[in-house]
């Protein structure tokens, strides 16, 4: 009987510890710092020629050359694809957010308030925050 106890505490504690690592950790909003580095990581090769950022600071899209960088927050951490920069152009916005189709997912970024798709920054080739 107390092997039997013994071992429906230990499988409780692991069941217990299991629910406890699921829980996201908070992701602080990304800087333009953060952008860089970020980007730096998951795209190390690319040339960024300019940035822009979610206005909730949970995604960025970045031009590089002919194509679209994109991360955006998902759980504790970011998700990373790349799109044509056509297909990041002709991304539609409503209600304040941008709707981005990738491959695998449909980032919704957070315009600022009175803000167009796509930023006067992209055509300018400066960077945006």
């Known amino acids: 009987m107390i092997q ?3 071992s429906a505490a230990a499988v409780g504690l692991l069941v217990a510890l299991a629910a406890w690592a699921r829980i996201p950790r ?3 909003p990304l800087d333009a710092d953060g952008a860089r580095a970020l980007l730096a ?8 020629d300019a940035v822009w950022i979610a206005a909730d600071g ?16 998902k ?3 970011y998700v990373a694809r790349d799109l044509p920069w056509s297909a990041a152009l002709a991304a539609k916005s409503a209600d304040g957010v941008l709707v981005l189709k990738t491959a695998d997912g449909a ?5 600022k308030a009175g803000e167009a798709w796509p930023p006067p920054a992209f055509a300018a080739g ?4």
């Open 26 to 28: 908070p992701t602080p």
């Open 107 to 111: 980032p919704r970024l957070a315009l």
């Open 4 to 6: 039997l106890l013994g």
């Open 41 to 48: 990581v998951e795209f190390p090769d690319d040339p960024v």
């Open 75 to 77: 759980g504790d951490g």
């Open 58 to 73: 949970a995604g960025l899209v970045a031009r590089s050359r002919e194509r679209a960088l994109i991360a955006w927050r």
């Open 126 to 129: 400066e960077a945006a925050a």
